[in-house]
């Protein structure tokens, strides 16, 4: 799908495992400054697909871009026949943060400052939830069906953006794979094409 679509990674390998998931190893060594992977626009999932479509354009009118990225992930993935499935696919359906806990996970954390943050946030994600659910799914059922955009499937939404995306909250497929040393350099580059570029510093 990625290099039927553009992108590049010559130096680099998409493995997978069941302790790691997908993941990206480099199959050589890498030069200083050297490309290691070039993403084009077209298979990002951000704020700025919103302008793509009128319909997007006037029912996220006013949203903050996180928002807007959550809605238009949740968008590509309600839909089975999204162009974006081959890498929907691969992301993760759990995430192992305290908003993701049972009761009794988060039992253990009672006393800490990170149980009372888990909690105000499912607070907050439950508010806004409730404002997106109002402002754009009931407004649009055909691109929002009820059975999918619960609000799980939003506190999903919002796991995968704050994990995986880049600073303009856009999701980059392939690069967004890459877990490396804090030792290591690398350059994410916005290009003047709308590409993402990686290279090694």
Not at 67 to 75: G, N
Request: with cysteine; hydrophobic share 40%; aromatic share 10%.
């Amino acid at each position: 799908w990625l290099t039927n679509h553009g992108a590049t990674f010559d130096p680099l390998e998409i493995r997978w495992s069941v302790s790691q998931g997908y993941h990206l190893v480099a199959s050589r060594a890498i030069e200083v400054g050297e490309a290691m992977a070039r993403v084009p626009k077209g298979l990002m999932i951000g704020p700025r697909m919103v302008d793509r479509v009128r319909s997007d354009r006037e029912l996220l009118e006013g949203l903050p871009w996180p928002d807007q990225s959550q809605v238009m992930l949740m968008k590509q993935y309600c839909d089975p026949n999204s162009f974006y499935r081959p890498y929907l696919d691969t992301l993760p359906e759990t995430f192992d943060t305290p908003i993701f806990w049972t009761r009794a996970e988060a039992s253990e954390l009672i006393g800490s400052p990170v149980l009372e943050r888990a909690i105000a946030t499912r607070r907050e994600l439950w508010q806004a939830f409730q404002r997106i659910k109002e402002k754009v799914f009931d407004r649009a059922p055909s691109s929002f069906p009820q059975k999918c955009c619960t609000y799980d499937r939003f506190v999903w939404a919002y796991s995968v953006i704050r994990s995986r995306a880049f600073g303009n909250y856009t999701l980059v497929p392939l690069i967004d794979l890459m877990n490396h040393s804090p030792e290591s350099r690398l350059a994410p580059t916005l290009r003047k094409d709308g590409s993402e570029l990686l290279s090694a510093m």
